[in-house]
């Protein structure tokens, strides 16, 4: 299997499973992938940008427009706690970077719990809200979806976009130096985990594919598809992204740190009602 037939397959599934949450800032659900996206996804692309673009390439009459901003008024006023939650995590993970060279998981362990919980019931919200997006559109609109998806996910891979790492190192002004120290402290802080595996990926591309076939066909059932699985996942990789942090902070400088706090803080809400 090649890279670009796995790519693609990340691709499709992320339009199936959290396209619509990519109309609205929905927390956890916002997660994109590699080692910085989890927390705060818009630095590198991830999939609420990805499917956000997409749809202005599909052609859409005025009507459904206004029924897919109705849609995004919908999920946003359904996932108001859930943001909420997740934008006093994110607060309490850029102060605690800001401050030194390690996490106070003290503070920061509770708050990922209660976003975790939170994420999880919004689950139907999320399966609830793909199938109106099915509805909404038409079978040609849907393949324009994936296929608008399709090409702007290898523009991003083409453009080095694959490269998380890479991409955070040129945000925080890391040397290469530190670039290669934190990929050699990610490896080892992962020695011994099972890893993926050659028949792991062929079958997340296989189910990938499954999803993208059923949106675009006139019968599709989120529920039954399981797509709200995907909000199972995403709550996890939050706390894999911290463990991430943990490896990295000791090797930024002050200033890095400070930056990476202000990347941090750049996703939240611009509305989070107080508490």
Same mark, same amino acid.
């Given at each position: 299997?090649?890279?670009?037939?796995?790519?693609?397959?990340?691709?499709?599934?992320?339009?199936?499973?959290?396209?619509?949450?990519?109309?609205?800032?929905?927390?956890?659900?916002?997660?994109?992938?590699?080692?910085?996206?989890?927390?705060?996804?818009?630095?590198?692309?991830?999939?609420?940008?990805?499917?956000? +673009?997409?749809?202005?390439?599909?052609? /859409?009459?005025?009507?459904?427009?206004?029924?897919?901003?109705? /849609?995004?008024?919908?999920?946003?006023?359904?996932?108001?706690?859930?943001?909420?939650?997740?934008?006093?995590?994110? @607060? $309490?993970?850029? &102060?605690?970077?800001?401050?030194?060279?390690?996490?106070?998981?003290?503070?920061? @362990?509770?708050?990922?719990?209660?976003?975790?919980?939170?994420?999880?019931?919004?689950?139907?919200?999320?399966? *609830?809200?793909?199938?109106?997006?099915?509805?909404?559109?038409?079978?040609?609109?849907?393949?324009?979806?994936?296929?608008? /998806?399709?090409?702007?996910?290898?523009?991003?891979?083409?453009?080095?976009?694959?490269?998380?790492?890479?991409?955070?190192?040129?945000?925080?002004? /890391?040397?290469?130096?530190?670039?290669?120290?934190?990929?050699?402290?990610?490896?080892? $802080?992962?020695?011994?985990?099972?890893?993926?595996?050659?028949?792991?990926?062929?079958?997340?591309?296989?189910?990938?594919?499954?999803?993208?076939?059923?949106?675009? *066909?006139?019968?599709?059932?989120?529920?039954?598809?399981?797509?709200?699985?995907?909000? &199972?996942?995403?709550?996890?990789?939050?706390?894999?992204?911290?463990?991430?942090?943990?490896? $990295?902070?000791?090797?930024?400088?002050?200033?890095?740190?400070?930056?990476?706090?202000?990347?941090?803080?750049?996703?939240? +809400?611009? $509305?989070?009602?107080?508490?």
């Amino acid at each position: 299997m090649n890279r670009r037939s796995i790519v693609w397959g990340l691709a499709v599934g992320a339009v199936v499973a959290v396209g619509v949450v990519g109309m609205h800032h929905a927390a956890l659900a916002d997660a994109g992938e590699g080692e910085a996206a989890a927390l705060q996804p818009d630095a590198w692309m991830g999939p609420r940008a990805w499917v956000s +673009s997409a749809l202005e390439k599909v052609d /859409l009459r005025d009507d459904q427009r206004a029924q897919l901003e109705l /849609l995004r008024t919908d999920v946003t006023a359904q996932t108001v706690a859930l943001r909420a939650a997740r934008d006093r995590l994110v @607060d $309490a993970v850029a &102060t605690s970077v800001e401050a030194g060279g390690a996490l106070d998981h003290t503070t920061i @362990d509770p708050l990922l719990a209660a976003t975790q919980a939170a994420a999880l019931t919004h689950r139907p919200v999320l399966e *609830s809200a793909a199938n109106r997006l099915h509805s909404i559109l038409d079978s040609r609109q849907r393949e324009q979806l994936i296929s608008a /998806l399709h090409a702007q996910v290898f523009s991003h891979l083409h453009h080095g976009g694959s490269d998380h790492l890479a991409a955070m190192g040129a945000r925080l002004g /890391l040397s290469d130096g530190q670039v290669a120290t934190l990929r050699a402290r990610l490896v080892a $802080a992962h020695e011994g985990e099972p890893g993926g595996g050659a028949e792991n990926m062929r079958a997340h591309l296989a189910r990938a594919r499954a999803l993208a076939a059923a949106f675009e *066909s006139e019968s599709f059932d989120a529920g039954a598809l399981g797509v709200g699985d995907h909000v &199972t996942a995403m709550a996890a990789k939050a706390g894999k992204m911290l463990a991430h942090l943990d490896v $990295a902070l000791p090797v930024l400088t002050p200033a890095q740190r400070a930056e990476l706090g202000r990347v941090l803080r750049a996703g939240t +809400s611009p $509305a989070t009602p107080p508490t």
